[in-house]
Every structure is written in structure tokens, then in C-alpha cells.
């Protein structure tokens, strides 16, 4: 068995599929980052785990505690610590370790396996287990216990919300919905203590990717039937991962301390972790109070960092993939008409838009964000839609809104959120006042209600988001804009050239001919004015100056653990204060 090259039409399927579980926007930034380029050496290298790298005079610091939180890592209680039955559980990722992980460039790479294989398509997967993989009451981690876990999720009784999750398994989705009653018909299978089968219901060179994700980590089997769902408990839980939860007190307090029996604990420097449960409110006084390590910061603490001598230093921006934008919608006026959609385009003014952001926004020219496959820095494209408020009311020439009036009632309309939407709408409303004397209306929806209006193209002016599911063009521009789709449309807006771009570039594995293709499709849908991108989302954190091992991704970008990337504690470790 070899490991395939992965075709368009397997991406695709990906996508899918994550679409079906609910994975997507905020959760699943990069799922499939490295996919095109993964072979062979992408599935079965596992980076050696890196010593601590000290400067000259820095020296490790006795006490190995570590203290993270606030800023919207648990800012809620978790409901439990058990992924395999509930993906979005809320709970520590680091007390367990799956077959495969994702690494600092969300590429998947081994972890509990230490060898995949596959047959020539794709359709057939074989995971070797390390023989050092233990749990942590020093019993043997075994195939056989993947094989129970995948199957407990996909198990109707267990009524796992996320089990669709794995429905690339042969006969899983019928299972799930017990249209199959023999777990045995289920194509995943302990062919020994450490050989993992398992059989999918066609080629899906991806699942290695699948593999790597937190609905894929084990569950110990007699914890799970001893504490049915208290096992996650401090008392009862027993895990395989790189810590152990040493104590749990909800609501308020997680230590986490090093698991002895992983088989990489030598490479793991920090001893305790401590992660409080932080309401969001409380900003970054925890930090600022050195009650914490690490935190991701919120507008309001930014500014307050950024401008004082002692955590100026401290405080770094981590990719979060995400891109703000406009949907005039064709069908209804004003912008059916051509000339009033171009108007908009040049009205908006990006640079004072993003100032409301406080730094958690920059102008965005195109759909992709910079650094990511497909990002454009062409300045033919930037000047399709860039600001010029002369330029803007004069496309009003020859229309029923020249010289900027006659407006219709305008309504722009978004979902009700956080992440700084409603600031950015406001500032859209203020431009397009300004430079086309546009009144506009905000209406805030909420999120359900926003969806459907949005979905049956109801809506006159979008204020809207997306945030990466994976880090491909088709994933920015065929999962939002693509006329032919029957289901999920955000806009009513169709074009056949468009079209034949996305379908150009899904076709082939050229990499040259598919950016190319993006690219002509990004100017044909700014020409037209299918959309207007106005903000590029971006995150920043602060640690304190003792923090090391944070790793970087190949942008140089420091990456904190997220829904994806969940490899930050066993890299970290602390040096003596100066």
C-alpha cells in the first residue's frame, strides 16, 4: 500500500463533508492546509521533537508551571473533556492524542501512528500504532481502542451530534442511522493490538486529514463504562495524551499536570499547566494582574498593551484567516443596476473602515488573505474596486441616483454577533453617506433568522463574513459564490464566466493554471460587482517574557492552539525571570 496523490474531486468531498457536520467559519480555519502538496513524506514524517532553544544567559526555569486562558479560551465551563463523543465539548485537546496531529502549518503529520499506508486509490487506509503508546494509567493504547472509540461515536446510542464526522467510513452513516445494526459491518478494524484497518466508502485521500482533527481522538473504554459521563471527571478520567487533568473545579479552575506514560513525555519540558476559567468581560486584567502566562487580548486591551512600555514587547498578531465583505444584491434596486454596485466598490473607504477594528482589521483587496494559497498581491486587481470618492459618485452618471439622490430605502442587514461586526457595519454606513449620500439602514438578525432571509436571497445589502475552512481558493471562492450551487447561496448574483473559472480551477492539478483561474475569477466577480471585500480579519495575544516555544508556522507567524492546531503545550517551556 502506498499513500496517494489527493484529486480535486477528494477535496471536494472534504468539504462536504464539513459542511455536513456543522465544521466550518470560525472552528475549522485550515483543515485541509498542505493537501495538494501532501505525499508520501507529508503523512509519514514526524518531526523530531525540538530540545529548548536558550539564548546565551538564559537558563530553564525550575518551576515548569504555565498559566493560559482569558480572551476567549474558556471563557465557559467545559461540558466535558470527551471529543469523541461531543466535537465541541469545550474541553483541553492536550489530555489525549490522536492518530495523526496537526502541526504549526496545519499539515497532518503522525502522532499515535507511526506509520499510514493506503492502496493505489485511496479507499483503503492502514495507521500503525507506536507500541509506546500507553494511557495513562501505563495500560497499552491500542488499534483496538480506536476501533471502539470511532465506533461509540458513530454508534446511534450515543447520540454523538458530530458522528456524520466520520460518515467517509464504509457502512458508518448507515450504522448511524441504523439502517446497519452489526458494528462489525462498520469498515474500521483492529487487524491487531497495532494495526488499525479501515475501509471507506470510496477513494478519500484526505483522511489522513480526517484523522488528525479532535472528533478522531480516542475515548477510554473502561472509564466510558465504568463513569459513563462522568469519566471525564478529574477523579475518573483517564487519557493519553500529553497531560493529565489533575484537578477540575467547574466553572473556576483547570490544572493539568504532565502525563508520565506518553511516549513523547522526555520531549515535554512543562511540568503543571493552570487554565482558569476567564469570563470574556475580564479582558486582559488576569495578564496584567500576572495571574497568566498567555492570553489571547480583545479590542478594548489592545490599545492598552500596545501603549505601555512594559507590554508593548509582549503583545504578537497569530493567523486567524477571515474576510469581511458586501453583497449588493443584483435583484433588488438600487443594485441591479451595474453602475450603483461600482459606486459602492469606490465609496469604500477601507483604510478608515478598519480604523474602528482597533487593529483587529486591515483593508482587504480580494477574497484570500495574504499568505495563504491563492492570496492576490496584483495591482490590476487592487485597482478594480479601490477607493476614489470622486470616481464613486460619477459612476452615478446616467442613473436615477445621480449626483447621489433619489435614494430608494436601503437596508443593510447582518447577523447579530461579536468578533466587531456591528463597529465595521456602522463604518460602511458612515462611507457610503459621505461619498454617495447613500442612507442606509442596519438591521441585525438573529443568527437563524439572518441565515434563512440570506439562503432565499431576501436580503437588499449583505454586511457578511467568512472564515477559512481550509486554506484553498476553492474553499473561498466555489463554497461562497458558485452560481450552479442548489443549497446555501449567499447572494443572487451569477456568472457563467465566474463559473467556468471555479470549474477550471477544481479540474485540474496544475498549480499554476488553478491560481490563474482564481485569479480571473476574482477580477470577473469585482468587475461585476458580485461582492465588495472590505476587511481582512486579524488576532493578537500577549505572553510574558519567560514564554518559550511557541511555535511558528512558514510565514514566520507565531500560532496558538486553536480548534486545529492543538500542539502548543508540549512544545512550551519557561526561563528564569531577568
Given at each position: 500500500m502506498k499513500t496517494p496523490r489527493i484529486t480535486d474531486a477528494q477535496v471536494d468531498l472534504l468539504a462536504e463533508r464539513l459542511r455536513a457536520v456543522g465544521v466550518g467559519r470560525r472552528e475549522f480555519l485550515k483543515v485541509a492546509a498542505g493537501l495538494a502538496a501532501m505525499g508520501p513524506a507529508g503523512f509519514n514524517h514526524r518531526p523530531a521533537d525540538a530540545a529548548p532553544k536558550l539564548a546565551p544567559g538564559e537558563k530553564l526555569a525550575k518551576d515548569q508551571s504555565f498559566r493560559y486562558g482569558g480572551g476567549g479560551w474558556w471563557q465557559d465551563d467545559p461540558t466535558s473533556h470527551d471529543f469523541n463523543k461531543d466535537l465541541y465539548c469545550n474541553g483541553v485537546p492536550a489530555l489525549f492524542a490522536g492518530l495523526m496531529k496537526f502541526n504549526a502549518d496545519h499539515q497532518s503529520v503522525l502522532y499515535v501512528a507511526s506509520k499510514v499506508t493506503s492502496n493505489s486509490d485511496g479507499s483503503q487506509w492502514a495507521f500503525t500504532i507506536r507500541k509506546d503508546s500507553k494511557w495513562s494509567d501505563g495500560s497499552p493504547c491500542t488499534a483496538r481502542d480506536f476501533e471502539?472509540?470511532?465506533?461509540r461515536q458513530l454508534d446511534p446510542a450515543s447520540a454523538a451530534p458530530y458522528a456524520a464526522f466520520l460518515y467517509d467510513i464504509r457502512n458508518a452513516q448507515a450504522f448511524n442511522k441504523k439502517e446497519v445494526t452489526d458494528p462489525s459491518q462498520v469498515g474500521v478494524r483492529a487487524k491487531d493490538d497495532w494495526t488499525l484497518e479501515v475501509t471507506l466508502e470510496g477513494p478519500r485521500g484526505y483522511f489522513p486529514v480526517l484523522a488528525a482533527y479532535l472528533a478522531a481522538l480516542p475515548a477510554h473504554r473502561a472509564s466510558v463504562e465504568k463513569h459513563a459521563d462522568k469519566w471525564t471527571e478529574a477523579a475518573n478520567i483517564v487519557c493519553n495524551g500529553p497531560f493529565v487533568l489533575e484537578t477540575w473545579q467547574h466553572g473556576q479552575v483547570m490544572v493539568l499536570r504532565k502525563n508520565k506514560?506518553?511516549?513523547?513525555?522526555k520531549d515535554v519540558v512543562l511540568d503543571k499547566v493552570t487554565i482558569p476559567i476567564v469570563p470574556v468581560a475580564?479582558?486582559?486584567?488576569?495578564?496584567?494582574?500576572?495571574?497568566?502566562?498567555?492570553?489571547?487580548?480583545?479590542?478594548?486591551?489592545?490599545?492598552?498593551?500596545?501603549?505601555?512600555?512594559?507590554?508593548?514587547?509582549?503583545?504578537?498578531?497569530?493567523?486567524?484567516p477571515g474576510t469581511w465583505y458586501l453583497i449588493p444584491q443584483v435583484t433588488k434596486p438600487p443594485f441591479d443596476n451595474l453602475k450603483v454596485r461600482r459606486a459602492v466598490a469606490h465609496a469604500i473607504d477601507r483604510a478608515n473602515i478598519v480604523k474602528v477594528a482597533q487593529g483587529f482589521a486591515i483593508p482587504a483587496h480580494a477574497m484570500i488573505p495574504p499568505g495563504f494559497p491563492g492570496a492576490l498581491d496584483d495591482p490590476k486587481i487592487k485597482a478594480i474596486q479601490h477607493f476614489d470618492a470622486k470616481l464613486a459618485m460619477a459612476q452615478l452618471r446616467g442613473t436615477p441616483f445621480e449626483g447621489g439622490k433619489n435614494w430608494p430605502k436601503v437596508t443593510l442587514t447582518m447577523r447579530d454577533e461579536a468578533l466587531g461586526s456591528k463597529p465595521l457595519a456602522e463604518a460602511v454606513q458612515s462611507v457610503l453617506l459621505e461619498h454617495l449620500n447613500m442612507k442606509t439602514d442596519l438591521e441585525v438578525l438573529e443568527p437563524r433568522v439572518f441565515r434563512e432571509r440570506l439562503w432565499k436571497q431576501d436580503l437588499q445589502f449583505v454586511w457578511i463574513r467568512w472564515f477559512m475552512d481550509y486554506p484553498d481558493p476553492h474553499n473561498e471562492y466555489f463554497d461562497t459564490f458558485y452560481g450552479k450551487k442548489t443549497t446555501g447561496k449567499r447572494q443572487a448574483w451569477v456568472n457563467d464566466a465566474f463559473d467556468r473559472e471555479l470549474e477550471a480551477?477544481?479540474?485540474t492539478r496544475d498549480p499554476k493554471k488553478r491560481m490563474a483561474a482564481y485569479a480571473k475569477a476574482e477580477e470577473i466577480m469585482q468587475t461585476d460587482v458580485g461582492y465588495v471585500p472590505v476587511a481582512w480579519t486579524v488576532r493578537y495575544a500577549a505572553a510574558k517574557p519567560n514564554v518559550r516555544g511557541?511555535?511558528?508556522n512558514r510565514q514566520g507567524e507565531f500560532v496558538l492552539e486553536a480548534n486545529i492546531y492543538v500542539d502548543m503545550l508540549p512544545h512550551l517551556y519557561m526561563i528564569e525571570r531577568a
Amino acid at each position: 500500500m502506498k499513500t496517494p496523490r489527493i484529486t480535486d474531486a477528494q477535496v471536494d468531498l472534504l468539504a462536504e463533508r464539513l459542511r455536513a457536520v456543522g465544521v466550518g467559519r470560525r472552528e475549522f480555519l485550515k483543515v485541509a492546509a498542505g493537501l495538494a502538496a501532501m505525499g508520501p513524506a507529508g503523512f509519514n514524517h514526524r518531526p523530531a521533537d525540538a530540545a529548548p532553544k536558550l539564548a546565551p544567559g538564559e537558563k530553564l526555569a525550575k518551576d515548569q508551571s504555565f498559566r493560559y486562558g482569558g480572551g476567549g479560551w474558556w471563557q465557559d465551563d467545559p461540558t466535558s473533556h470527551d471529543f469523541n463523543k461531543d466535537l465541541y465539548c469545550n474541553g483541553v485537546p492536550a489530555l489525549f492524542a490522536g492518530l495523526m496531529k496537526f502541526n504549526a502549518d496545519h499539515q497532518s503529520v503522525l502522532y499515535v501512528a507511526s506509520k499510514v499506508t493506503s492502496n493505489s486509490d485511496g479507499s483503503q487506509w492502514a495507521f500503525t500504532i507506536r507500541k509506546d503508546s500507553k494511557w495513562s494509567d501505563g495500560s497499552p493504547c491500542t488499534a483496538r481502542d480506536f476501533e471502539w472509540s470511532w465506533k461509540r461515536q458513530l454508534d446511534p446510542a450515543s447520540a454523538a451530534p458530530y458522528a456524520a464526522f466520520l460518515y467517509d467510513i464504509r457502512n458508518a452513516q448507515a450504522f448511524n442511522k441504523k439502517e446497519v445494526t452489526d458494528p462489525s459491518q462498520v469498515g474500521v478494524r483492529a487487524k491487531d493490538d497495532w494495526t488499525l484497518e479501515v475501509t471507506l466508502e470510496g477513494p478519500r485521500g484526505y483522511f489522513p486529514v480526517l484523522a488528525a482533527y479532535l472528533a478522531a481522538l480516542p475515548a477510554h473504554r473502561a472509564s466510558v463504562e465504568k463513569h459513563a459521563d462522568k469519566w471525564t471527571e478529574a477523579a475518573n478520567i483517564v487519557c493519553n495524551g500529553p497531560f493529565v487533568l489533575e484537578t477540575w473545579q467547574h466553572g473556576q479552575v483547570m490544572v493539568l499536570r504532565k502525563n508520565k506514560h506518553f511516549f513523547g513525555a522526555k520531549d515535554v519540558v512543562l511540568d503543571k499547566v493552570t487554565i482558569p476559567i476567564v469570563p470574556v468581560a475580564s479582558g486582559a486584567l488576569p495578564y496584567e494582574n500576572n495571574e497568566l502566562d498567555l492570553t489571547s487580548l480583545q479590542t478594548g486591551d489592545l490599545k492598552r498593551l500596545q501603549s505601555n512600555p512594559k507590554t508593548v514587547e509582549e503583545v504578537f498578531r497569530y493567523p486567524f484567516p477571515g474576510t469581511w465583505y458586501l453583497i449588493p444584491q443584483v435583484t433588488k434596486p438600487p443594485f441591479d443596476n451595474l453602475k450603483v454596485r461600482r459606486a459602492v466598490a469606490h465609496a469604500i473607504d477601507r483604510a478608515n473602515i478598519v480604523k474602528v477594528a482597533q487593529g483587529f482589521a486591515i483593508p482587504a483587496h480580494a477574497m484570500i488573505p495574504p499568505g495563504f494559497p491563492g492570496a492576490l498581491d496584483d495591482p490590476k486587481i487592487k485597482a478594480i474596486q479601490h477607493f476614489d470618492a470622486k470616481l464613486a459618485m460619477a459612476q452615478l452618471r446616467g442613473t436615477p441616483f445621480e449626483g447621489g439622490k433619489n435614494w430608494p430605502k436601503v437596508t443593510l442587514t447582518m447577523r447579530d454577533e461579536a468578533l466587531g461586526s456591528k463597529p465595521l457595519a456602522e463604518a460602511v454606513q458612515s462611507v457610503l453617506l459621505e461619498h454617495l449620500n447613500m442612507k442606509t439602514d442596519l438591521e441585525v438578525l438573529e443568527p437563524r433568522v439572518f441565515r434563512e432571509r440570506l439562503w432565499k436571497q431576501d436580503l437588499q445589502f449583505v454586511w457578511i463574513r467568512w472564515f477559512m475552512d481550509y486554506p484553498d481558493p476553492h474553499n473561498e471562492y466555489f463554497d461562497t459564490f458558485y452560481g450552479k450551487k442548489t443549497t446555501g447561496k449567499r447572494q443572487a448574483w451569477v456568472n457563467d464566466a465566474f463559473d467556468r473559472e471555479l470549474e477550471a480551477g477544481r479540474d485540474t492539478r496544475d498549480p499554476k493554471k488553478r491560481m490563474a483561474a482564481y485569479a480571473k475569477a476574482e477580477e470577473i466577480m469585482q468587475t461585476d460587482v458580485g461582492y465588495v471585500p472590505v476587511a481582512w480579519t486579524v488576532r493578537y495575544a500577549a505572553a510574558k517574557p519567560n514564554v518559550r516555544g511557541i511555535e511558528r508556522n512558514r510565514q514566520g507567524e507565531f500560532v496558538l492552539e486553536a480548534n486545529i492546531y492543538v500542539d502548543m503545550l508540549p512544545h512550551l517551556y519557561m526561563i528564569e525571570r531577568a
